[in-house]
């Protein structure tokens, strides 16, 4: 019995040497392709054209051995995109899906027009769009996506709210699209946003054109 398993040993020993030295002859002569076709989806063909511009040097690479950290680091330089994926289509074929970002509001800084995305970059404008509210006082990102947050959680609506007023102290206001100011303190937002919405819907408050919830536990209303 020993003799046999000895025997036997030695023939898978043999031919898995065997086998290994064939799939590495026959693989290094393999030539694989480099990459011939970049197929892009989920942008305008202007946006795609730019993007498959400066995703050009991605033509002289093996797919085998492509350097994903430069394409990530072209499409994240990209700020209209939300998110994407990348999958390798054998033999020599890219596929890159992406996701655009949503337009949250108008910017202007410097005299400069932009757009802000939900992914929180800026995005040059050459005007702004009529549809979307505008930040006034400057942009500070983590202030203004805490606020956001803060609206979605509440019965107020975001599609409510015509313009963002933003103060150095970390403070906001907000405008209605019926004008009406309201005055946000610096903490306890979600409830401060759902007594507005009571507020704005009751009948007796509709003369009001600032709501003024900067002082806790108090309510400060002006009349037109």
């Known amino acids: 019995m020993r003799i046999k398993t000895s025997r036997k040993i030695f023939f898978y020993f043999f031919l898995i040497i065997f086998l290994t030295t064939f799939n590495n002859r026959y693989f290094s002569e393999i ?3 480099d990459i011939d076709k970049i197929r892009i989806i989920g942008l305008e063909e202007s946006e795609k054209q730019d993007l498959l511009e400066k995703l050009k040097f991605i033509e002289s690479q093996n797919i085998f051995f492509l350097n ?23 033999p020599s074929s890219l596929e890159i899906r992406i996701k655009k970002t949503k337009f949250l509001a108008n910017v202007f800084d410097d005299g400069k027009s932009f757009l802000l995305g939900s992914n929180g970059k800026l995005i040059r404008s050459i005007e702004a769009k009529e549809d979307l509210p505008i ?3 400057g942009y500070n990102k983590e202030s203004f996506f805490s606020l956001l947050r803060s609206v979605e959680k509440s019965n107020f609506k975001l599609s409510e709210i015509k313009n963002f007023y933003y103060f150095k102290s970390g403070r906001w206001d907000i405008k209605t699209n ?44 002006y009349e037109k």
């Open 135 to 137: 930040i006034f006082g």
């Open 68 to 90: 994903k950290i430069e394409i990530i680091n072209v499409l994240n330089a990209y700020k209209i995109i939300e998110n994407y994926t990348i999958s390798k289509k054998y």
């Open 178 to 221: 019926l004008d009406i100011t309201i005055k946000l303190p610096k903490k306890n937002l979600n409830e401060s946003l759902n007594l507005s919405a009571i507020i704005l819907n009751n009948r007796e408050f509709k003369k009001i054109n600032i709501l003024d919830l900067r002082q806790n536990g108090q309510v400060i209303t």
């Open 31 to 33: 030539k694989f392709k």
